[in-house]
DNA sequence: GATACGTGGCA
DNA sequence: TTGCCAAGTAT
């Protein structure tokens, strides 16, 4: 059940509509994405764009098209050097998922983004907010498209104070924006919320007396913007305690492990690492059975050389770092497991806490 | 509906 | 330093 929303009939729509696509045809960014309106590149980019800072993805973006710079090219791409061009960007899924709905555009829709809301949505990794990003920007069509941004923008405006943290808000967002949307310019009004939301009516402090739809917005006649947009607070994370082994054999090669195909930083790689689940299990000597005990690893450990805190958005890894030798290396059973010289590593996804590890390896190293 | 899923920046 | 956030989706 939908709350009424009384306050959209205080809106001017023609004005309003006006005023903010103006506002952004003078003050938008000049970003990568916005050279043109090729489908494919409107579609990475928005899967970059999700829980990602525009400033982070640009690069990220730039090198993603140079590498693959169409549909049938990432289709066609190795799935480890797709996740290097992930690398450090996080929700590793996304590009996972990304390669995965590609093939099935160049499968079944002969290499073109479909342009219906059904087709779209059933990509993988295609929920509400990027089907109606794609559809909006890319093919012109009056889609709601609604982020975060267009959330606390029109909680603002239309002073709706439902809680933003909870999924079913989404609904009340899309009703308001399928009234509110310019048929005319529906790509510059959805990117324009958006924007607004980004350069204007920001989480705290939001500029008001800059605001190009300031005289539209409920909250700022009541004074109540900093009270908006009503989001309740996420809970606190667990914390995991690992220890790792930077292994090396005798020819100063690296012994690197392949995550699961699911879960937590699916598919990137890693050193060998084992839970502790009792604080004496890290004393040296204990370190090497376990490895042997779960990874049928037959290692030597030399010595600690620090310890990595590292917070996820859902939990927390400690991880004690120790240098090691291979004894004798075969195959272990479960996943796959490789030997890899330095530079060969450069073609692997490592996930950002295994990049401090390798860098703390680097630093104790280069002291000597 | 609640939780899993990354990372870096900033108050 | 700690906590919150930033263009969400899958399960």
């Not at 797709?82 to 899924?93: C, F, Q, T």
């Not at 607070?233 to 020819?251: G, H």
């Not at 600690?304 to 590292?310: K, V």
């Amino acid at each position: 059940m939908l709350i009424e929303l009384k306050t959209i009939e205080k809106i001017n729509i023609n004005k309003f509509q006006r005023d903010l696509i103006a506002w952004f045809k003078q003050e938008q960014r000049d970003l990568p994405w916005r050279k043109d309106q090729d489908p494919y590149k409107v579609w990475v980019s928005e899967i970059m764009l999700q829980q990602t800072r525009v400033d982070t993805v640009i690069p990220y973006f730039n090198r993603f098209i140079e590498w693959f710079p169409t549909i049938e090219s990432l289709a066609d791409a190795d799935e480890d050097k797709v996740l290097k061009a992930w690398e450090g960007l996080g929700y590793y899924s996304r590009v996972r998922n990304l390669q995965s709905a590609v093939k099935e555009v160049k499968e079944k829709y002969m290499g073109k983004v479909p342009n219906t809301p059904d087709e779209i949505a059933k990509l993988k990794g295609v929920g509400p907010y990027t089907a109606g990003a794609i559809l909006s920007i890319a093919y012109g069509l009056p889609e709601p498209a609604v982020d975060g941004n267009v959330m606390r923008v029109l909680s603002r405006i239309l002073s709706i104070w439902e809680d933003i943290a909870k999924p079913s808000s989404r609904k009340v967002f899309e009703k308001a924006v399928r009234e509110l949307i310019s048929h005319e310019e529906p790509s510059e009004f959805n990117q324009a919320l958006m924007e607004l939301g980004a350069l204007v009516c920001t989480p705290t402090s939001p500029s008001c007396l800059l605001c190009p739809v300031r005289d539209h917005c409920q909250a700022f006649s009541e004074g109540v913007q900093n009270d908006l947009p009503v989001k309740t607070k996420k809970n606190k994370q667990r914390v995991i305690e690992l220890a790792t082994v930077v292994l090396t054999d005798d020819s100063g090669k690296f012994l690197i492990h392949k995550r699961p195909d699911n879960g937590l930083l699916a598919n990137l790689w890693e050193c060998p690492n084992i839970e502790i689940h009792h604080p004496m299990q890290t004393e040296r000597e204990k370190i090497a059975d376990l490895f042997m005990d779960s990874h049928h690893l037959d290692i030597e450990i030399e010595k600690a050389i620090g310890q990595i805190e590292h917070v996820f958005s859902h939990l927390v890894w400690n991880i004690k770092v120790y240098t090691g030798k291979i004894r004798t290396f075969h195959q272990p059973g479960n996943g796959e497991w490789k030997l890899a010289s330095l530079e060969e590593m450069e073609n692997y996804a490592f996930p950002v806490p295994y990049q401090k590890v390798f860098k703390m390896y680097k630093e104790k190293n280069e002291r000597h």
